[in-house]
RNA sequence: UGGGAGGUCGUCUAACGGUAAGACCGCAGACUCUGGAUCUGCUUAUCGGGGUUCGAGUCCCUGCCUCCCAGCCA
């Protein structure tokens, strides 16, 4: 038995089943694996895991600890050339932080590089399988089109002892790479390309992270995985679609082997709007400096939403939400989004920020004078209960809560109107101070009703329209605020004739914002640390953090319905 | 023009021959010391054409469209 979810794991919503669940089902049903779920994620370590993956990793440890099976951690590293350590780290780390636990359970196909060997010399033995002098151009060349056969290697029909000796100075290094490989006998002209005696094993003189030089030949993806699998006692081998035309040489292998046969099954991987989900242009982006790095909280690597502020069960929910099928889609953006806010209203305490400051003077507030104001943590959460905000008579509100001149719908200040501090007073605007050469509101004056002490409505009656979040001057803490858009302009990134991903790169994905005014409480805030600034959305304290100078990222911001509103007011005029 | 896999609201997923459902998005309203959250309502879909059937998204035939495959990558 495993335990897949950490203690901190929550309940995941429910979601429809699937097929996937479908077939473990029947296999249940049919005692075909003796009643055994186990999985894998089987990530190769040449890059940093993404949101795609995420939906990979809970559908592997999901199904497993949804049947009391178990689910590996395997590495399948059998190309040196593009593996480092540097990713494996990453990759431990991020499905450890997703919430998932492979015990004892964590494997490299590397592992199993004798016993693949050793395989692969039966094979030889069996008569399945033959050294090829053809190089890489001739291989392709003999290997046919989509429309025609392929034509068997020169090679094919060498003797079995002849093969025996060739492999064995393979692999000790009596070649240069590329001079020869070790090819399956399958068949040709099948119209599978991939039973078109697929390559098992070639030559790369190249130093792997685990195995340093003990090798200079590798095997292939296909000849390692379904062994691997096998190996592992996996009863269901879950990949994503592209590799179904791949199912018949895994099934290949294992018959012609005689060993554990596990099942692959293929399901569709998960696409995101205004994103790109692939190894290639993500390394793309990093080595080019689009972006700070893996983690940068614009990329959609695990890594890089983890720093943005996502929680894992947030991702987990998404993940359950977007289901599996076989349908080759692309989920809206908006989707990940509302899982994460979901996550975060429950949990995010609640505070005060402001992030384009605006000073207000309140006249009729006694100069020196501070009152501590009880605000609630979290109205979600009555036990995460309150906190004192200090209030005086100079605060800072957001420049966009005020209009000189505002526009029909607009409630919250202008000259004249009164409006709520949150948890504070009743403010009224009386007169604004303006840079006479440039017309820019430089403060606004406004007097305050003792009557409404803590926000409260007073005895008259009277309402506002609006509440608005304050911090008060003297006590502010600065900050730096990063705010984030999607990183690309279009929902499909590239798609374009003739365009390259990265022209459609967001120029405005990143603004950052200084001189922001924070509640004092927050100025230590930890890396980490998720918040709602009330009003603007939610927000976690990146690790450029100082002990003076905290630094918050966006999550995601709070729904916006002025915001809406406004935009369809400029669209209608 | 070979093989493989798909096609249900704008998006994703359900309906397992018997009233096409849910979520996200959008729109409208209620409520609110966050224009947040929550709640209510609304709009919108079975790729086309034939057939079988009392009854078809589902079964059959036939078109059309999309994705994947010609790495000694995974």
Redesign the pocket.
Known sequence: MSSPLLPDAPAEKSA????VR?MILEDLKTNRFGGRVHTRFPP?PNGYLHIGHAKSICLNFGLAAEFGGKCNLRF?D??PC?EELEYVESIIRDVRWLGFDWEDRLFYASDYFDQLYEWAVQLIQAGKAFVCD???EE??AY?G???EPGRNSPYRDRAIEENLDLFGRMKAGEFP??AR?LRAKVDMAS????LRDP?MY??LHAEHHRTGDKWCI?P??DFAHGQSDSIEGITHSICT??????RPLYDWYLNALGVHHPQQIEF?RLNLTYTVLSKRRLLTLVQTGYVSGWDDPRMPTISGIRRRGYTPRGIRNFCA???V????????L??LE?AI??DL?RTAP?VMAVLRPLRVVIENYPEGQVEEMEAVNN??DPAAGTRLVPFSRVIYIERDDFREDPPK????LAPGREV?L??AYFIRCVSVVKDEATGEVLELRCTYDPATR???SPPDGRKVK???HWVSAAHAADAEVRLYDTLFTREDPGAEEGREFTSDLNPNSLEVLQGCKLEPALAGAAAGSRY?F??LGYFCADPDSTPGKPVFNRTVA?????A??EK?LKESR
């Open positions: 429809p089943t699937h097929f479908e190769e399948d059998t190309n593009k053809l190089s890489a291989v392709r290997r089109t989509l429309t790479d590329g490989t119209p599978n390309l991939n390559v070639r030559i590798y292939m993806y679609l592209e590799f179904e035309d791949h569709d939400r977007v289901g099928s076989k349908t080759n889609g692309t989920i809206e908006s989707l509302h806010r979901e209203n609640r109205p979600e719908q607009y409630y919250r709520r949150r948890y803590g926000g409260n609006s509440t608005i709602q009330e009003r709070l729904r916006d319905t002025w809406k509103i369809s």
